[in-house]
């Protein structure tokens, strides 16, 4: 199986021996990633409150956030033929620029007037033209940045930090709005996206640019003969997409609606939730510190625990149960995207890496949304307790045909072995 290797565009061997947090390239983006993925953990609560405030109904809240997912799903392979022919660090500060400008406009807007729903909706969109555009440069930049002995290091600390955000985020909008209203936690995302921008912008990567002569669709062709060269990568492609439909939909979906007829309903699954996101911390440590020879079999036992609060949830067990549970399932959620990632920077040339990166997000995650939109009509005509059993039932069995491949039983990392370094 081919997989890039270590050359001009990558980290120099003087870089690659450094402990990560010694490291000023991964620092700067560490410091980028963390700063501007806590100032998005805020804008759920953000724009619920502000929409809500301002007089709209709750049907313009899922207009917004379609808005703003729309484009990512458009252009996501369009993002990753420009993060394979441009320089991603340029792409990537140019979409947080973007970012920050639509985020920094919603801001004032909010602060200083009522504005209409169109423009609420352009400017949703203009930040998913963003998002689209970065995720394949970035997932091109990272085996750059960290060269192949730390791929597993990095996607572990950068799953941890993501974790972390995502239990401060939601409690630091929460407070923003409270004190300051919707347009402060909106301003002070707009302000993480700056400060990433800059982060980015002293980050070092060599760049060779070369001659195309190729068309962007010829570009995709390329792209999608390269993911259709990886069988192990077509399995868990389609796995990643009946995960994000049938198991993240349902438990996102109908815990809560589960839990809204019960006293104290809101704050006992907040607590449930919140456990997802502790387990992602546990997760990412745990990946961090043990060498994984064979990733995507650990990967298929990882997505059957992913079945353990589905179960739980269809069983109306405890809520101690529960938010074990769900912490179960955030350990197992972190070890699926870090050795996921991890081993398709490894096996893609990165050439061709951000094509394929953009691929297989699409695939997998193109159908979350619709899952999302359709878990509450299921459980209402077939009941929760079918819909949260026929997910994990799913998951299970998914798992088991799987493994019925040898690609995926004989896969072997290609990168270096030193993944259980300490950090600094």
Same mark, same amino acid.
């Given at each position: ?14 870089? @690659? ?8 390239? %991964? ?6 990633? *963390? ?45 990753? &033929? &420009? ?84 239990? &401060? ?22 302000? @993480? ?17 070369? *001659? ?28 990643? #997409? ?5 198991? %993240? ?29 502790? #387990? #992602? ?45 769900? #912490? ?18 490894? *096996? ?26 359709? @878990? ?21 069995? @998914? ?26």
């Amino acid at each position: 199986m081919s997989h890039v290797s270590a050359g001009s565009d990558e980290s120099s061997p003087a870089e @690659s021996s450094l402990p990560l947090l010694q490291d000023r390239n %991964f620092l700067l983006f560490f410091s980028a990633f *963390s700063v501007s993925t806590l100032g998005t953990a805020t804008i759920p609560v953000a724009i619920t409150f502000a929409l809500l405030g301002s007089g709209y109904p709750a049907s313009a809240v899922g207009l917004v956030i379609g808005a703003q997912t729309a484009p990512i799903v458009l252009l996501m392979l369009a993002g990753g &033929v &420009v993060g394979d022919r441009w320089a991603r660090r340029h792409l990537m500060i140019a979409a947080d620029l973007l970012r920050c400008c639509t985020q920094a406009t919603l801001a004032t807007l909010l602060a200083t007037g009522h504005p209409g729903l169109p423009v609420l909706l352009g400017l949703a969109a203009c930040g998913g033209i963003g998002t689209a555009f970065y995720g394949p440069a970035e997932s091109g930049v990272l085996p750059q940045l960290a060269g192949l002995d730390r791929l597993k290091r990095v996607n572990s600390v950068l799953n941890l930090s993501g974790s972390l955000m995502a239990i &401060v985020g939601p409690a630091l909008g929460g407070v923003l709005v409270g004190f300051g209203g919707a347009s402060v936690a909106i301003g002070l995302d707009a302000a @993480s996206y700056a400060v990433s921008a800059t982060c980015i912008s002293l980050v070092h990567i060599a760049h060779h640019s070369a *001659s195309r002569r190729s068309s962007l669709l010829d570009d995709l062709k390329s792209g999608w003969s390269e993911f259709n060269r990886h069988r192990w990568l077509q399995l868990v492609t389609v796995q990643q #997409g009946v995960l994000n439909l049938l198991a %993240f939909a349902p438990f996102f979906v109908l815990g809560p609606m589960l839990f809204s007829a019960v006293q104290n309903g809101a704050r006992t699954w907040g607590i449930i939730a919140s456990a997802t996101g502790a #387990g #992602g911390i546990v997760g990412g440590l745990l990946v961090l510190r043990v060498h994984v020879p064979r990733p995507i079999l650990v990967v298929q036992l990882a997505i059957a625990l992913l079945a353990t609060p589905l179960v739980l949830l269809a069983l109306h067990a405890s809520v101690i149960l529960l938010v074990i549970g769900s #912490g179960v399932f955030g350990v197992a959620l972190a070890v699926v995207n870090i050795l996921v990632q991890t081993s398709l920077q490894e *096996s893609i040339p990165n050439a061709v890496l951000s094509r394929v990166a953009s691929i297989y997000s699409l695939a997998a995650m193109g159908l979350g949304p619709i899952g999302f939109a359709m @878990s509450g009509y299921a459980a209402e005509f077939f009941g929760a307790e079918d819909v949260l059993s026929v997910g994990a039932a799913s998951l299970l069995v @998914s798992v088991a045909l799987v493994l019925t491949s040898s690609d995926v039983r004989r896969f072997e990392r290609h990168g270096g072995t030193h993944d259980e370094e300490p950090l600094a």
